[in-house]
């Protein structure tokens, strides 16, 4: 009984002894004894989220579920962003607020394909059908990686390459139609050449579908303007030849117009310019030219000529089977005229026209007279499809004459050039077909365009068609070979050698006389060698 009241003495004393003890430290103000927690954050780094932790100072911190990171696979949890030193939760203590990051490595993700971008629409483009591209234009393309996160070709590249650079170019993706066809553009990893995409590249032309010019247009006579027409849609792109021009006129008597269309003035009146694609005649536009202030035309009618019946002192000008009709006509220099009223099986005024006096317009079938103004004896051989034009009683200087024979002032040959007889006391054939007016060209220089035929052709160079006088054998001659100079007794004339069948025995020629040097000089120059009946 008594050690149990002992015990519970010594117990009682012990509690009271720690109780004193307890009360004295807090009246100090020591807190040794209270514990720390410190925050331990994870930052997963693009990783699935890892919850904070809290452990007391100086534990160990346990270590959380691993996060998880697309691609890439989770090494551990390390004391800095970079990754070099790692948290060790066996042996490191936490003994203040802390964060730890995590480091991972990136899975190996193999490239499989390639797309292509079309940069003008931002879409893939699809390779199950061709590319279009205008002729002369450029269509941007990107090459992009399969998947798009691959990391096997780091930096990824490709090559471009075309099989037929005359109709596709390509350069680092930019494909240009250079001409109309169809091409293959290859596109090829570099560094994976086992990797490729083909395009198939149609080459097309952007037609023009509408030409703009003006709608109506005024002009002077005599003047000239080009037109420019303008091609729609704007961004059209062909080659040259499907944007050839046409132009044509209703009237070129009114208005004419080249194949640049430039228009002339000619006529007063109204007419229309149509201008027309030639690879598409249907794409035209038309224009209305109306032309004032033009000179009327002046008109040389067969009604104004009758039969030439002989008149001139010498009468063998006329010799009926000619059919020779004769006008004499004011005419006036620089005017154009129309030929009007003549008519027969060999009439045409391309073959008919002077060479010498008149200036031929095939379009609107008109003659200029290049002569002077004044009064003209006309005449228009039916037989022969001739005018001449001359002054029947002029005499040097205003003019010289040709006279000889198997020859003729006309530009085409006819049977009946070819005779010879005795005319009017000086022994050759005065007949109008064997005679040539030249046309002075000033300074004493003249002219004459004659057709010669026959090994006797020849012709003599005088100052009065009815006399001798003028010519002379002082002169120097300037000729294709087979003609010669003929000084014989008084006869100094040119003789044409050839034969009479030989080829160039026919030949047509410019006859020029320069009476201002000495000694004179009788140019001949062969214009064709031809027999043109």
Known sequence: ??????????????????????????????????????????????????????????????????????????????????????????TDRVNSDIILYAKWEEDEIPLTGIQIINMSTGEPVDLTEPLTVWYNNSVTLQAQPLPANQNEIVPFAVGWTSDDDDVATVVNGAVTGDDVGDAVITVTVTGKTSITVDIEISVVENPITEIQVPATLSMIA????????????????????????????????????????????????????????????????????TVTGAAELGEIKFADFEPYVGHHPYQGLYQPTHNLQYAKLNLQAGREYLITGFTGASYDLERAYNRDFMDWDEVKGTVTFTGQTGEWDVYYSETINYFWVQKDDAVYPETMWMRGRDFTHAAFWHSSNSSWSVGIGIGFDPRIIHQGYMKPLGNDVFQAHVYMAGALANFFLLDNVNAWTGETSDYDLIAPPQFEKNNAATRINVTHGGGNEDYNSWVYVRVTYDRSVTPRTKTIEALRYDRRD
């Open 1 to 90: 009984m008594k050690k149990v009241v002992l015990k519970s003495l010594v117990v009682i004393a012990a509690a009271i002894i720690f109780g004193a003890a307890t009360s004295s430290c807090g009246k100090n103000g020591n807190d040794d004894n209270v514990v720390k927690e410190f925050t331990v954050t994870f930052n997963s780094n693009q990783g699935t989220p890892v919850e904070p932790i809290k452990v007391k100072e100086g534990e160990l911190a346990p270590k959380p579920d691993n996060p998880a990171r697309t691609n890439h696979t989770f090494i551990g949890w390390y004391k800095e962003l970079g990754g070099i030193n790692e948290w060790n939760f066996e």
């Open 222 to 289: 005599g003047g000239t303007q080009t037109l420019n027409p303008v091609f729609l849609p704007a961004n059209y792109s062909v080659k040259a030849a499907s944007a050839a021009l046409q132009w044509s006129t209703s009237n070129a008597n009114i208005v004419d117009v080249t194949q640049d269309g430039e228009l002339e003035a000619v006529g007063n009146g109204e007419a229309t310019i149509t201008v027309s694609l030639i690879s598409n005649p249907a794409v035209k536009a038309n224009i209305t030219v």
